[in-house]
């Protein structure tokens, strides 16, 4: 079993940031890589980006990229997101995902709000 622990979210304004944190422990031996997802309403989950957790190799949606930086704390098993120049069309729930050998688990999720 793993168990991701996400922290961090919560309501902010246009043009703000926000760090979220996502801590994993568990049966994460091999722990391979994390990533963050984000599902707005009535929309499907997106992934946002993506860390291996060994080399940092990192991946980001288009739309993130230049305002997200994904990066990680291998010592903490704990992956963070910075968000920058956040947008009303960031407003989703975060849900953290990391793969664990050929496993993929899921956090529960933290809400986002970009709001004036």
């Known amino acids: 079993q793993v168990q991701l622990v996400e922290s961090g979210g919560g309501l902010v304004q246009p043009g703000g940031s926000l760090r979220l944190s996502c801590a994993a422990s568990g049966i994460i031996s091999s722990l391979y890589a994390m990533s963050w997802y984000r599902q707005a309403p009535g929309k499907e989950r997106e992934l946002v980006a993506t860390?291996?957790?060994?080399?940092?190799?990192?991946n980001y949606a288009d739309s993130v990229k230049g305002r997200f930086t994904i990066n990680r704390d291998n010592t903490e098993n704990t992956v963070y997101l910075q968000m920058n120049s956040l947008k009303p069309e960031d407003t989703a729930v975060y849900y953290c995902h990391a793969r664990v050998d050929l496993m993929y688990w899921w956090g529960r999720g933290t809400q986002v709000t970009v709001s004036s």
């Open positions: 860390i291996r957790m060994s080399g940092g190799i990192t």
